[in-house]
C-alpha cells in the first residue's frame, strides 16, 4: 500500500541524527509522494506537507518532546487534518440503508454492519433490497444466517419498495435494522429514483455510501454525485486492503466534508472497523493503535469470561488457551493485531505459529487432554519427557506438542506487551 511508506518517514524522522531544513525538506518530498502515489488529490497533498514544513521549521516545541517528537507530532496532527472526521454511530435503535456502485462492495458491507452491530449486543436484522441481481437474495440470506442475524427478503419479487416495506413490518422487534439495496453499473436515473423510493419507505437515521477505495481520485465525483442525488450520511470505504489508492477515497470525504464511518478491509465478515481517525492515523504512520486493540480485547473477552486484566498480562495458563484461541480468532488475523501496535513494539513471530484454523484448534484441544492437571497450570515442567507422553497420550506427535507449547509461549509475550502499550505514553514516546 502506498501509504505504507509513512511508516518509512517517521522511522527516518526517529532515527534522524539531527533536525534541520534539510531533513525537513526530504520528510515533506517523501511524504508528498507517498500521497501523491495514494491518489490524495493533489491540491490537498501541497496543503499538508506545506503546512507540515511551515510548522515543522517554525512551531516552538513543547517541552515534553525532543525535536524529533516534535516534528512527528506535527506530521500526525496534519494528516489528522487531512482526513477528516469520523462519525460515532451510537448503539440505539435505528435504520442505516447503504447505497453504492455495482461491485462496491454493498452486501459484504451490509453483513459486517449487521455482525458490527450484533456483537455490540443489538438485536440485528439485514433487508435484501436488492432485486437487480438474482444472487443477492441468496448471497445476503446466507450471510445472515453465518451470523446469526434476522433477514427479511422476497425471492424472486422484483419491488424493492414493497421488500423493504413488508420487511419493516416483520423486523419491528429489532434494533438495527440494514437495509442492502441494488447497484448499477453508473449512476442512472433509474437508480436515483429506486433510492429515493427506498428511503421515502425506510426512513433510514443513516443513509451511507459504500465506496470502493480502488477507485482512487475518481471517489470525490462519484460521492459527490450519490450526495446531490440522495443525500449521504457517510462514507463506508471498502476494499482497503487490496489497493494502492486508498488514499483517494480518503480525501474524497473530506473534500466533500462528509464524514468516513467505516472501513473495510477484507472479505471476511470481521474485516470492518469504525473509522476513528486519530487511531487511522496513528496506525499509518506505525504508531499503533493501542485504543481500538484494547476496546477489541476488552469486548472479547468479556464475551469469553475471560479476565481482561489476566489477558493482558500474559498471566494465563494452557488451561485458559482453549478460551484464549477462541479469542483471538475472533480478533481476527493475528497479522492485523500486529498492525494495531507501535512499531518497535510488536514481537517478532512468524506467522504461521500463531495463524489458527479450526482443524489445528481441534488438535490443540486433544493435546491439552492429554495432559495432566499439574501440566495444565504450570506448563513450564513440560519437558521433552513428558512431550512424548503427551504425543503418544494423545495420538499426535512430539513436533504438534511443541507447536502448541510454542504457541502459548507467543502469546504470553503478545499480551504482556500490548499491557506495555497500555502504560500512558509521555508524549509521543514510541518503541524505537
Ligand atoms: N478485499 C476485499 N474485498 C471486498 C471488501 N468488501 C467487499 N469485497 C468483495 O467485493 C466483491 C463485491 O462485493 P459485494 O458485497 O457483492 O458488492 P455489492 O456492492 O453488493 O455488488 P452488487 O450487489 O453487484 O451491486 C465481493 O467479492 C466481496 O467479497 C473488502 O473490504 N476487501
Ligand atoms: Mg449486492
Do not use: C
Not at 440505539?92 to 449486543?121: C, H, N, P, W
Not at 486492503?241 to 486508498?246: E, F, P, S
Not at 462528509?258 to 472479505?267: H, L, R, V
Request: net charge positive; aromatic share 6%; hydrophobic share 40%.
Amino acid at each position: 500500500m502506498a501509504l505504507d511508506a509513512l511508516k518509512d518517514v517517521v522511522r527516518k524522522i526517529a532515527r534522524s541524527s539531527s533536525i534541520d531544513k534539510h531533513l525537513v525538506d526530504e520528510v515533506v518530498k517523501d511524504i508528498q509522494r507517498a500521497l501523491i502515489r495514494a491518489d490524495v488529490n493533489v491540491k490537498q497533498v501541497k496543503e499538508i506537507t506545506d503546512a507540515i514544513k511551515k510548522r515543522a521549521l517554525s512551531d516552538e516545541p513543547l517541552k515534553s518532546l525532543n525535536p524529533r517528537e516534535h516534528i512527528i507530532k506535527i506530521v500526525y496532527e496534519e494528516l489528522l487534518k487531512g482526513v477528516g472526521e469520523g462519525l460515532e454511530i451510537p448503539l440505539e435503535k435505528a435504520r442505516i440503508m447503504l447505497v453504492g456502485l455495482q461491485g462496491s462492495g454493498k452486501t459484504t458491507t451490509t453483513a459486517k454492519l449487521a455482525k458490527y452491530f450484533k456483537d455490540r449486543g443489538m438485536k440485528t436484522a439485514v433487508i435484501a433490497a436488492d432485486t437487480w441481481r438474482p444472487a443477492a437474495y441468496d448471497q445476503l440470506k446466507q450471510l445472515a444466517e453465518s451470523i446469526g442475524v434476522g433477514f427479511y427478503g422476497e425471492k424472486g419479487e422484483k419491488d424493492a419498495v414493497k421488500i423493504v416495506k413488508k420487511g419493516l413490518e416483520e423486523l419491528k422487534d429489532y434494533d438495527m435494522i440494514i437495509i442492502d439495496t441494488a447497484g448499477r453499473h453508473a449512476l442512472e436515473d433509474e437508480l436515483i429514483k429506486e433510492m429515493v423510493e427506498i428511503e421515502k419507505v425506510a426512513k433510514p437515521d443513516y443513509k451511507f455510501l459504500v465506496l470502493d477505495a480502488a477507485i482512487g481520485q475518481l471517489a470525490s465525483k462519484q460521492a459527490q454525485a450519490f450526495h446531490d442525488a440522495i443525500g449521504i450520511d457517510g462514507i463506508i470505504i471498502t476494499k482497503f486492503d487490496g489497493t494502492a489508492k486508498g488514499g483517494g477515497a480518503l480525501s474524497a470525504a473530506r473534500q466533500i466534508q462528509i464524514p468516513i464511518a467505516f472501513i473495510g478491509s477484507g472479505e471476511r465478515v470481521d474485516d470492518l472497523d469504525r473509522f476513528d481517525p486519530a487511531g487511522f492515523i496513528s496506525r499509518l504512520l506505525g504508531m499503533g493503535d493501542i485504543k481500538a486493540l484494547l476496546e477489541k480485547i476488552e469486548r472479547i473477552t468479556q464475551e469469553e469470561e475471560l479476565d481482561p486484566e489476566k489477558f493482558l498480562k500474559g498471566e494465563f495458563t494452557l488451561k485458559d488457551v482453549y478460551k484464549q484461541i477462541e479469542a483471538m480468532n475472533k480478533m481476527g488475523p493475528i497479522r492485523k493485531i500486529f498492525e494495531m501496535l507501535p512499531l518497535g513494539m510488536s514481537v517478532k513471530v512468524d506467522d504461521d505459529a500463531l495463524e489458527m484454523t479450526q482443524e489445528k484448534m481441534k488438535r490443540f484441544r486433544v493435546i491439552m487432554d492429554s495432559m495432566t492437571e499439574e501440566e495444565l497450570l504450570n506448563p513450564k515442567i513440560i519437558d521433552g519427557s513428558r512431550i512424548k507422553r503427551i504425543a503418544i497420550g494423545s495420538g499426535t506427535s512430539p513436533q504438534e506438542v511443541k507447536e502448541l507449547l510454542k504457541y502459548y509461549n507467543t502469546m504470553k509475550s503478545l499480551m504482556k506487551r500490548m499491557k506495555k502499550g497500555r502504560l500512558p505514553m509521555k508524549g509521543l514516546k514510541m518503541g524505537f
